[in-house]
């Protein structure tokens, strides 16, 4: 069957037959309906819903099945025996053996009757459901009729009945209120004698020695305050005190002090028992009963008096028994008698200090956990500041605590200190006894026992320390420097001594570095003295040593060389010491340098070091000048240049004998061949110097001496007064010259025509 065309093709070719000449065919009516048929769209909702229910109502299909079925007489295949004729009569009667193609014809004609039809059949099956309705809702009221009736009957009754027991009512409402009166009474009552009276178990509790003390006994005693203040409360309130509250506040009274009585003989039977163990923990009943006595001040007193006798008694045994014997458990714990370090004092006494402070941790901890003292987040070693006042009970108990281990510790410490003989040792042995007095006055305060013996202790260290370093430093003063040893670097006995020097201070410093607690500032005051007095007891006789010994060498030298002269020490230069063997100044500077570095890393060193410094200073002048004349005397310039400062200008030069032109020329001579040599850019004197700085700074500062005479020497040669023929030829004969910058650059000095340059 061929395809009809679309609604666009229709719509393009009427559009085209309008457009174009009319033809016989456009006036054509049932051309023109069938162009609007097929010109209509049906894409609105509407329409679809309206041709949706035009064929589910005649359906053609369906109709037919019906039909075929019903003349047929077959069974259906959905399992029907025979198919309802009923069914066959819905279908319209013009598809009742209507061919297929007269369908939407018949359908058109016959529309509005079998949409009649359609609304007839569903009303009277809608009559037909509400008439069994109708019928159920007859038979509901009658049901309804008699209910109403009978509780009219049953009310009539129910009044009667009222009215004949009003007065039995009237007589149970009455005794109703008065049951309910009672009740009301008897509660108060109960209540009061709950709320103010303590049951027999809890006065059994409170004074029975039978009872122990724990949970049991604590909720009597909160039960028993608990009555007292909530009395308080009703006593106020009233103009005087009634009868009743005065009995209550009598009878509670009577049970708190029986309660606070028994609470102090157990505390002090615990204490005894406890006070024998060297490790305490405290029972959560001990640290309750102790925080309970606290609001009877004199009754906490005596049970803490008791507590500290024993604690005194424990750990004086301890720490004799550590001493003595110490811990022979056998293991890794296992720890030696600290009386067997007897011979290391510094280890002697620390152990016993470590197990002081160890045994005072402890013992805070103790009475911290037994006070019930929150120490918050305090840094080990810091100070406590008092915040609470449980802490000056702290404090007298730990003081009373180990207040018997002074006597031996004293003891003990003073005679292994007095026994040093070092003063290096004396000093990390005062050290240590300044730490931990430190540490105790902040642990028990400055008042405490073991505080006032350590500080006490730590003054006689530091005098033994101070006497050991004053023996050590009369010991160098005595040193005589060997004679035959021509060595100019410092002695081993110097070598030995600023060793402790440097010992002794890079301990200060470090000590120093690490004080970082509150009283910070009166321990660095107290240091700062401290070892202010021991630098000036340790460097000043070590200078002394070095000038003394030197000198003493020097003139013992002198005298040999007087006694003995030979070739050598006859050519020998006032510059180059005696004999040009040994050079005394050299000595000296090197032993003071070498005293100057030894103290420049430390901080607290900083006066003696300036000290050090201006004798460095001073000795190095001197050098310097010496050494001037060295070179003169070595360049062959001394006598002319003396000569030269020595006459008077207007005096002729020339006519001076160490300046006439022969003597100046052959002086000129000299002076060339020595800048030649390498005695002009280095001293073999001064290479002496364990300082090379000072090597260069005394040979710069001859050479520009050297350059500057040099330079008055030419222009006074130049000077016509001076009377010299050809002075310019006389002068540049020979190096430099005569001109000063050529003889800086031979010197390798950066100066020009003589002026002041830097040091290099």
């Not at 018949?106 to 009277?124: P, Q, V, Y």
């Not at 110097?494 to 120093?512: F, G, K, N, S, Y």
């Not at 260069?696 to 030419?714: I, K, P, S």
């Amino acid at each position: 069957m061929p395809s009809l065309p679309s609604a666009a093709a229709v719509t393009e070719i009427g559009r085209r037959s309008q457009t174009a000449s009319p033809s016989p065919l456009a006036r054509n009516p049932v051309s023109l309906r069938l162009y609007k048929v097929l010109g209509a769209t049906f894409e609105d909702e509407a329409t679809k819903e309206a041709l949706s229910t035009l064929s589910y109502l005649y359906s053609l299909s369906e109709s037919s099945a019906v039909i075929s079925a019903a003349k047929e007489d077959v069974v259906a295949p959905d399992g029907i025996d025979e198919v309802d004729m009923d069914s066959v009569k819905d279908v319209p009667s013009f598809l009742r053996g209507a061919p297929p193609g007269d369908t939407a014809a018949k359908a058109r004609k016959h529309l509005r009757r079998d949409i009649e039809s359609k609304m007839e059949e569903g009303s009277l099956r809608f009559l037909a459901a509400f008439g069994v309705v109708d019928q159920k809702l007859d038979v509901l009221q009658t049901h309804i009729s008699t209910m109403r009736a009978q509780c009219e009957e049953a009310q009539v009754q129910l009044q009667s009945t009222n009215e004949a027991c009003k007065s039995l009512l009237d007589r149970a409402g009455s005794l109703r209120d008065e049951q309910q009166q009672v009740k009301t009474r008897q509660s108060i009552i109960t209540l009061f004698l709950a709320r103010f009276t303590l049951s027999a178990d809890e006065a059994d509790a409170l004074s029975s020695p039978e009872v122990p003390v724990g949970p049991t006994f604590f909720a009597a005693v909160d039960r028993a305050q608990a009555i007292r203040d909530d009395c308080r409360v009703l006593m106020a309130g009233e103009n005087s005190p009634s009868r009743a509250g005065l009995d209550i506040m009598a009878v509670t009274s009577t049970h708190l002090e029986k309660a606070y009585d028994k609470l102090l003989r157990w505390c002090s039977v615990e204490f005894r028992g406890m006070g024998r163990d060297a490790s305490l923990e405290v029972p959560d009943e001990l640290s309750e009963a102790v925080r309970r006595l606290r609001s009877r001040p004199e009754l906490l007193s005596d049970a803490l008096t008791v507590l500290a006798q024993t604690r005194q008694t424990t750990l004086l045994s301890s720490f004799t028994s550590a001493l003595t014997t110490g811990n022979r458990t056998g293991g890794i714990g296992a720890r030696r008698p600290i009386d067997l370090h007897a011979h290391d004092a510094l280890r002697y006494i620390g152990d016993m200090l470590a197990w002081v402070h160890q045994a005072i941790a402890a013992e805070r901890e103790f009475l911290e956990a037994l006070l019930s003292i929150d120490t918050g987040s305090r840094m080990p070693g810091a100070v406590r500041a008092p915040a609470h006042a449980e802490d000056e009970w702290l404090g007298e108990l730990m003081d009373a605590a180990v207040a018997g281990l002074c006597g031996p510790l004293r003891a003990r410490v003073l005679q292994t200190v007095r026994a040093q003989e070092s003063g290096l040792y004396a000093y990390k042995v005062s050290r240590l006894l300044h730490f931990y007095a430190l540490t105790m006055a902040r642990t028990l305060g400055s008042r405490a026992l073991l505080a006032t013996t350590l500080k006490e202790t730590t003054a006689a260290s530091y005098t033994v320390f101070f006497d050991a370093i004053a023996a050590q430093g009369r010991a160098l003063s005595r040193i005589s420097l060997d004679q035959a040893d021509t060595s100019v670097t410092p002695p081993q006995a110097l070598l030995a001594h600023a060793q402790d020097l440097r010992a002794i201070l890079a301990l200060h410093t470090a000590e120093a570095e690490g004080d970082g607690n509150g009283d910070g500032e009166v321990a660095s005051a107290e240091d700062s003295a401290t070892i202010e007095r021991a630098l000036d007891a340790l460097v000043d006789p070590a200078v002394r040593m070095c000038v003394a010994a030197a000198g003493e060498k020097d003139a013992a030298l002198r005298r040999h060389v007087t006694s003995a002269p030979s070739p050598v020490t006859t050519t020998a230069t006032a510059g180059t010491g005696v004999g040009g063997v040994w050079d005394r100044p050299v000595f000296v500077l090197n032993c003071l340098t070498y005293l100057v570095d030894t103290l420049a890393p430390y901080p607290c060193a900083a006066r003696k070091h300036a000290e050090l410094d201006g004798a460095v200073e001073a000795r190095v002048l001197e050098l310097i000048e010496e050494h001037y004349e060295m070179v003169l005397r070595d360049s062959g310039l001394h006598d002319a240049i003396r000569a030269c400062e020595e006459t008077p200008e207007d005096e002729p030069l020339a006519h001076v004998p160490a300046c006439d032109p022969s003597t100046l020329r052959s002086t000129l001579a000299s002076f060339a061949h020595w800048l030649t040599s390498l005695d002009a850019v280095h001293a073999p004197r001064l290479a002496a110097l364990t300082a090379p700085a000072l090597h260069a700074r005394v040979h710069r500062a001859a050479q520009r001496r050297l350059g500057h005479v040099y330079a008055a020497l030419c222009a006074r040669v130049r000077e016509p007064r001076s009377r010299y023929e050809a002075a310019a030829t006389l002068l540049g004969a020979e190096r430099p010259f005569g001109s000063v910058t050529t003889l800086w650059h031979i010197l390798g000095i950066n100066e020009v025509d003589g002026g002041d340059g830097p040091d290099v």
